[in-house]
């Protein structure tokens, strides 16, 4: 059996181009509420987000989106198909082993208000990781705890960890998912929706820390949206998602300027500020 010692040096010692994350004829389906049958989430998809680059998963409500985040971060296992983290498949490695693996791939959920325990403060939500997953002690803890609120923008730190959840603002309380993940040290973050419940005056913000962590840390990001507007500013390469399938792929700018699948184009069709895709500093 790996020891878990062992694949967090290995994971830790990825050279920039290895793949970061593969996903190979991934396929998932649920049986019918009412009726015969199965409904297929995510039908035969596969992709790679190489080490340290954004790619958008941009699709509609119910396309698939949401179960390829499930599935990539381990809470739900795929009907078929595989899931490698560079030359880790997770669907053969030993339970221990496969828990270190987890940690490396951290999400960041869409509602940052059930993604906090309500009955816990800023400072065990963000330590807990640090303790359970880096064996640290509770003082050390505690410092890495206020070095990451400060990283998030919750400053001074001092003012935040004694909190509950609701006493943090909606914007607040998403700095606070970002900076629990980042304690486990994830060479992955997977960002479901992560501004879509937020008010539109505090997207911005939590959109320009994410590519500021990305590229700051050499991160591996998975950006989950149906607003290419976001998906424009914040990824590298994109994949549109439809019905479960990917329908068209390729490097963000070229793709939504010169959209080839009728879907894109619908996608791009129902924006309010279409313009917004060629010149971003318009919207």
């Known amino acids: 059996m790996m020891r878990d010692q062992e694949l967090s040096k290995q994971l830790s010692g990825f050279a920039d181009g290895v ?8 396929s998932k389906g649920y049986r019918r509420r009412r009726g015969k049958g199965v409904v297929l989430a995510v039908d035969d998809v596969s992709f790679v987000i190489p080490s340290g680059v954004a790619v958008g998963l941009v699709g509609a409500s119910g396309s698939g989106k949401s179960t390829i985040a499930k599935l990539i971060t381990g809470t739900e ?4 198909g595989d899931i490698r983290f560079g030359p880790f498949s997770m669907a053969h490695l030993p339970r221990r082993s496969l828990r270190e693996l987890h940690r490396r ?5 869409q509602d940052p208000y059930g993604a906090l325990n309500p009955v816990h403060t800023v400072g065990y939500a ?12 509770t003082a050390e803890a505690g410092n890495r705890t206020e070095e990451l609120l400060e990283r998030v923008g919750l400053a001074p730190s001092k003012q935040f960890v004694e909190k509950l959840p609701h006493q943090l603002s909606g914007g607040q309380r998403q700095r606070v998912v970002i900076a629990r993940a980042l304690a486990c040290e994830p060479l992955l973050l997977v960002a479901d929706e992560p501004v879509s419940m937020l008010d539109v005056s505090l997207r911005a913000g939590i959109l320009k820390l994410l590519a500021d962590l990305q590229r700051d840390r050499g991160l591996s990001l998975l950006y989950i949206t149906h607003d290419l507007l976001s998906a424009r500013v914040l990824t590298d390469h994109i994949l549109v998602l ?3 399938r990917i329908v068209e792929e390729g490097v963000t700018k070229e793709v939504l300027q010169h959209p080839k699948d009728p879907y894109t184009k619908e996608l791009l069709d129902a924006l309010a500020t279409p313009e917004a895709i060629i010149h971003p500093g318009t919207a």
């Open 19 to 26: 793949p970061s994350l593969t996903v190979e004829h991934l």
């Open 77 to 80: 296992r795929p009907d078929a």
């Open 105 to 109: 791939v951290q999400m960041v959920f």
């Open 126 to 137: 963000v330590s807990r990781p640090c303790v359970n997953y880096l064996n640290m002690s």
């Open 242 to 244: 439809n019905k479960g």
